[in-house]
């Protein structure tokens, strides 16, 4: 029996890559993931069996990667970011029981919230939450009521998904909900394309975040009553104690 | 001038690094970090200036790399995890307001959230908040707002610093908070030194959790409604569809 890996490969799978992904990919013959992100890996790991799935079709990705780790070969499975972050790993796991046999191990990688924060500069420094604003899976109403709780308890919030061209408005309206225990000023940041040439970052009021058009690459940051701007960076501090 | 970098190590500052991670600490002469840290680099990189400083002595560390940096030498300061949650990020920039001229660049790692996720299973598939217990620098009513925030909104939460010497039952007042509106057996998981040989973990009902004592090498995870036990693993649908 093979055993299958889920490994996130961080953002833009190049240097973010943690020395263990690496070296559990190196191990393995076989790679699968979503067609973009094994692109990826091609190049610098050319002679591995490579198996792709288009999006949309992740449980037929996990039944492939198991079929070969019955076949008795080690598989990677890989991620963008991290794996057990709105990735894989838990896909894995409800398809796998049906594999008892199949050894599963999670090696984790940067997600967006950390990879998103350090191009900002660091938002994360206190309480945050992460809320996907992706209705795919999670009735609307269930992220409503999440971006409110944690916009009243003043968290900083790190949103994933924050819109794609079916839903254009979902940015629009989580603000609405921010907006409602949220100062107009809260200082908020978005980061497009973490950890590829392209990467680039904006740090701009909510009541201005508002009003953007962001893509399925981005992610958006929203401080709490402290986030503040320093050397044109967004900061929230440890908490209430002054340096 | 010199440039400071501020690394994450990732838990256990073993393979978690990244790549990036490490060509930084190879490039740096100066390395700084609280000293427990520190000396975990020192035997795989001998040749290098360390310069530590004990707990609570963290606003001198980030005057100590700045001066370094003003002398003209690049330094890594380090951290584990990711020094942009609850880590020194948001500390440099608040000391650098006194060195604009100095550089500051962050460079994520894998924060006790995500590696302990993986230790556990799937615990972070969907929606989730990191709460720290700990009140030197945030008052305790707060931390409950938030706690009975993400708990009402059915949160996956993961828990930093759940308790300490001082704060013996902080993590069953934690609980308590989330009984008002979590099931008693909802499923929850305790990771204890990610990343170590010690490493070890455990999967329990809220309940139980309720009466565990942890320590400052803990991390907690307590399940949203749907996370479920399977394959032995903490493990969260990625949203109400079956597979």
Known sequence: ????????????????????????????PVITGYTVYVDLLKEEFPDKVYLTTPMKQEVQRCEMAFQEAEKGHDVAMVCSGDAGIYGMAGLLYEVGKKYPDIELEIIPGITAACGGAAVLGAPLMHDFAVISLSD??????????????????????????????KRADYLSRACDCMLEYKRK????????????????????????????QTDMFTTVFIGNEQTDIIRGKMVTPRGYRNV
């Open 1 to 28: 029996m093979g055993k299958i890996y889920v490994v996130g490969l961080g953002p833009g799978a190049g240097s973010q890559m943690t020395l263990c992904a690496k070296d559990v990919i190196e191990h393995c």
């Open 185 to 212: 000023d809260t200082v908020c940041g978005i980061v497009r394309n973490i950890g590829r040439r392209e990467e680039s970052y904006e740090i701009l009021t909510l009541e201005a975040l508002k009003e953007k």
């Open 136 to 165: 795919l899976l999670t009735p609307w109403e269930k992220i409503e009521k999440r971006l409110r709780a944690a916009a009243m308890a003043d968290f900083v919030i790190c949103l994933y998904n924050p819109s794609s061209k």
